[in-house]
């Protein structure tokens, strides 16, 4: 076996494993084999110095890698080791840094939002939720979970009957749903995907909801001069597609549209520091994705006159929620395949169990920040037990 790849994985693979390659069988590291990596393929060194998760993952979707274990199981044993992972920037200058053009960026959108409705509603629950549940007990299953997470979030924003509310990425609109139907706000979602938006409008006219909702395909981008003021902004889950370098003209918009003392509750995944993206994801999953850390937007908030009031991690629901979605999806999977091809199967199993991982091992986090514009001194003084 070339002692590059053997020195090159045992770097990165803390534990010892069984490495397959057709010709060869040999033990990576110290004590007994945790599992067994078969490769009909190897990846070439060049491949592998350029970028440890474009190979691998380019590797596992073909079907040349594979393992004899649960793919999580085996990714949550290494993921924590990501900072050991080459990334060649200046070859993958283009894939890492694209465009953060209005055209560019709603592109990336589609490429990830409108696979189709169908897709989607395999696997994830009943509410349509793409982003983490709150799992208040063990036995709470993902559409209470999912309603949970929503329930918690407007609790957070002190929602009133008459108040107006606006979502920015709404995906398909649970949360506007749910605030309108218990609580009596109007609100405004807006979202840059054609199929988010044609399933809320029509949830909104079956749902007798047209009198207190309202969708639009709308770039952020595009608040600060549309007029309208809201008592209450949320956003959840749509940070990570805005980029380094537009949080500052995000949270202007924000600003732009937020009554003076209004609530402000930003949920968004983040890294522990300011980290530039995996390839592999750029390039398959989420094109452009990039994840903030907490500290850099805690650290502008300031300069548009936004006030902390609460900081959240749901780092843990995050990992559990994605367990339920793998399941769910291991259900589906024979009829993604079937419709989508086996490539396509392959980097979606990849995908969310690589997430699973990622959260289990705090490589990324998920955080809900409030905050005020200005000072509002009529809420509550302690959190609602």
């Known amino acids: 076996m070339n002692g590059f790849v053997k020195s090159y994985f045992e770097n990165i693979i803390p ?32 491949s592998l110095l350029t970028s440890t998760s474009l190979a691998l993952g380019e590797a596992y979707m073909q079907g040349n890698l594979n393992v004899d274990h649960d793919l999580y199981e085996v990714l949550d044993v290494f993921m924590g080791q990501l900072g050991k992972f080459t990334t060649d920037r200046k070859a993958l200058k283009k894939l890492m840094d694209s465009s953060k053009s209005k055209t560019n960026q709603k592109k990336e959108v589609s490429y990830h939002y409108d696979i189709g409705n169908d897709f989607y509603q395999k696997w994830l629950d009943e509410t349509m939720s793409y982003s983490c549940g709150y799992f208040k007990s063990e036995t709470d299953s993902l559409y209470q979970a999912q309603v949970n997470k929503v329930d918690h979030i407007l609790e957070k924003l002190h929602l009133e009957k008459g108040m107006s509310l606006l979502d920015i990425g709404c995906g398909w609109g649970f949360l506007l749903k749910r605030a309108a ?19 809320f409008r029509q949830d909104i006219q079956k749902e007798g909801l047209k009198d207190l909702l309202d969708v639009r395909l709308m770039d952020y981008r595009e608040l600060e001069k549309c007029g309208m003021l809201f008592d209450r902004v949320v956003s959840v889950g749509m940070l990570e597609h805005v980029g380094r370098g537009n949080y500052e003209l995000f949270m202007k918009n924000v ?20 980290y530039s993206g995996d390839a592999w994801m750029k390039k398959y999953i989420f094109p452009g994705g990039m994840l903030p850390s907490l500290r850099e937007m805690i650290n502008m908030l300031p300069e548009f006159d936004f006030h902390t009031l609460d900081v959240e991690s749901l780092r843990r629901h995050y990992n559990r929620t994605l367990l339920c979605w793998i399941e769910n999806f291991k ?25 699973a991982a990622s959260f289990d091992n705090g490589v990324i986090d998920i955080h809900q920040i409030l905050m005020s514009k200005g000072i509002n001194n009529t809420l509550p003084m302690c959190r609602k037990e």
Do not use: N
């Not at 390659?21 to 990596?37: A, C, H, I, N, Y």
């Not at 139907?181 to 399933?199: A, D, F, N």
């Not at 609530?263 to 995944?269: A, D, K, N, P, S």
């Open 181 to 199: 139907k218990e609580y009596g706000v109007r609100g405004v979602g807006i979202t840059l995907s054609r199929e988010q938006y044609e399933k």
């Open 331 to 355: 259900k589906c999977r024979s009829e993604v395949a079937d419709t989508k091809g086996e490539v396509f199967a392959r980097m979606w199993e990849l995908y969310l169990a690589s997430c």
């Open 15 to 46: 534990v010892s494993f069984i490495l397959e390659t057709g010709t060869e069988r040999m033990k990576l590291g110290q004590g007994d084999p945790q599992f067994t990596v078969t490769m009909t393929q190897m990846p070439d060194k060049k």
């Open 255 to 274: 600003h732009q549209v937020l009554q003076p003392g209004g609530l402000f509750l930003l949920h968004f995944i983040s890294g522990q520091k300011e």
